[in-house]
């Protein structure tokens, strides 16, 4: 069975600190994988997704990159976080021709 | 672009009350229509989905019929219950890449 993993589950970060949140897929090979944020009272926004190794599409301008190192790994990166970074994150894959979208646990992120 | 109307929460019942969450979309082509539920602290479950018109989708005593007349997708349920406390999101599948596009959650919260 597939399942999705995400680390760490909680972030307390200061404004400018680096950022990185990893995420890894099991089970499954050459998936879809989605970064989602889901910021307080809000719904979710899709940040990034990849088809495959190295390939990022960015769906909001932001501090925040995107990267696909290997195929059942993605990573979401900032250089300098900024206090609206706060957020809870999700991850997220689907397999070519599944209708269904499976989410990971998600990271929560606060920047103080 | 696609989107996704979904009704302002928190929506407040007693225990066995009647649900009602109302979901409009936006989409071109003919999307497949997706409810997903998020208990506290935790990532976005599948509840049901529908791939096209008329298709009832139900699980858990919930159900949504997929309108394409009104491009709705309204969840009901007959009899809620305490356990049944979570924000409730409501999404497309656009036709191209597979990327979900997600309501702003409809949090419900159920009084025994």
């Known amino acids: 069975s597939q399942t999705i993993h995400q680390w760490p589950a909680t972030l307390v970060q200061p404004v400018g600190s680096p950022l990185s949140l990893e995420c890894t897929v099991e089970g499954t090979s050459n998936p879809n994988l989605y970064w989602y944020r889901q910021a307080a009272g809000r719904g979710l926004q899709l940040l990034f997704y990849s088809v495959g190794i190295g390939q990022i599409s960015s769906e909001v301008p932001q501090n925040l990159s995107a990267s696909r190192p290997q195929d059942r790994q993605f990573i979401l990166s900032s250089k300098k976080l900024l206090l609206s970074d706060s957020g809870f994150y999700l991850c997220?894959?689907?397999?070519?021709?599944?209708?269904?979208?499976?989410f990971g646990p998600g990271t929560r992120l606060t920047v103080l | 672009g696609d989107s996704v109307t979904q009704m302002e929460g928190p929506v407040t019942l007693s225990e066995e009350a009647f649900l009602t969450i109302n979901c409009t979309y936006t989409?071109?082509?003919?999307?497949?229509l997706f409810w997903y539920v998020q208990y506290p602290g935790e990532g976005l479950q599948l509840l049901l989905k529908?791939?096209?018109?008329?298709d009832k989708g139900s699980n858990k005593g919930f159900e949504a019929t997929y309108r394409k007349e009104t491009t709705s997708f309204h969840l009901e349920k007959g009899s809620v219950q305490v356990s049944d406390s979570a924000v409730y999101f409501c999404?497309?599948?656009?036709?191209?890449?597979?990327?979900?596009?997600f309501g702003t959650g409809t949090r419900l919260l159920v009084s025994p």
């Open positions: 999404a497309l599948r656009d036709t191209g890449f597979q990327k979900l596009v």
């Open positions: 529908a791939t096209k018109a008329d």
């Open positions: 989409a071109t082509g003919y999307p497949s």
């Open positions: 997220a894959w689907i397999r070519r021709s599944y209708n269904e979208q499976f």
